[in-house]
């Protein structure tokens, strides 16, 4: 099988079946005591007192001038909660949190001891529901779920998927773009407020106060971003990012990512574009060319 036979049938099995991705290399914190959820809940935008026992949700923690430090997905384990951020976010997340914990009856964990597994495409609920019992537990993804395995196990799982299409870093990009899905430290860094990057599902607009929540109330009631995180339909351009997007000699924009999409059979980009260019059709120059907004 070719290199693109193999990207094709990966991205069908995401599409219309199942494929798994190792992410392992994810970082995991373990918030302990009888203020743990309290605790949390004042420090994250979306409402984990509110999960059930095995739930999770997907968030993110701001600084007060509401510019992101990350995000994350949190999991309650009874009393306890996990915290799931992205690869070498663990420590700056853990600083973070212990800045505000100052009389709170809780502890924060490194938990290495904890892999991730991603499972994408219609499926994936079925095929983690056939791995090896209690071998773990599921993270909200985008289009498809995430397992929170036990680290000493994941061979085990690993080997359990053996029938299952593993999907190469290219091909899990390219559905990344395509969902719209950004990721922190290239679409999304530590000047971003959340709504920029359409993250609304990361914000519970009725939870009690949390850090930042000022900017994200004042924002929303202003209604509108000065720039959006938008899809740009690109042509054979492959900029890199940070890539200006223009209009004559105004800088409206830059680009953040760049695949080649199966899904619309040209390069698609991800970029933020200044609110008055926004509507989708809108064509901004992008080098000798154009980019149209999608």
């Known amino acids: 099988m070719s290199l693109v036979e193999a990207v094709d049938a990966e991205y069908r099995a995401a599409n219309e079946g199942c494929a798994w991705f190792d992410a392992s290399d994810r970082q995991q914190l373990r918030v302990t005591g ?27 923690l701001l600084t007060v001038k509401g510019a992101m430090v990350g995000d994350a997905r949190v999991l309650r384990r009874g009393d306890e909660l996990v915290i799931d951020t992205g690869p070498a976010r663990g420590a700056t997340v853990k600083d973070f949190l212990n800045k505000y914990l100052i009389s709170e009856e809780a502890e924060l964990h490194d938990a290495p001891e904890f892999a991730v597994v991603g499972l994408v495409g219609p499926r994936a609920k ?33 080997a359990a998927l053996a029938s299952v299409p593993k999907l190469s870093t290219p091909t899990l990009e390219v559905l990344r773009v395509e969902r719209h899905v950004p990721l922190f430290g290239v679409d999304m860094t530590e000047v971003t407020i959340p709504l920029e990057a359409n993250l609304d599902n990361a914000i519970n607009y009725k939870k009690g106060c949390y850090i930042g929540q000022e900017v994200i109330a004042r924002a929303t009631y202003r209604g509108q971003m000065n720039k959006k995180l938008v899809q740009l339909l690109v042509g054979d351009a492959a900029p890199e990012s940070k890539s200006e997007l223009k209009l004559g000699d105004r800088k409206v924009g830059w680009v953040t990512s760049v695949v080649k999409s199966v899904k619309h059979g040209q390069n698609l980009a991800l970029g933020y574009v200044h609110r008055d260019f926004v509507t989708v059709g809108t064509k901004v120059e992008l080098g000798a060319g154009s980019a149209t907004v999608l």
Not at 132 to 154: H, I, K, M, N, T
């Open 34 to 60: 009888p203020d743990a959820v309290s605790f949390v809940q004042g420090m994250v935008t979306n409402d984990v007192a509110a999960l059930a026992d095995g739930a999770s949700t997907y968030t993110a």
């Open 126 to 158: 079925d095929v983690a529901a056939s791995l090896p019992a209690r071998v773990g537990e599921l993270l909200s993804f985008f289009g498809g779920v995430d397992v929170l395995v036990q680290r000493e196990r994941l061979a085990e799982v690993h």
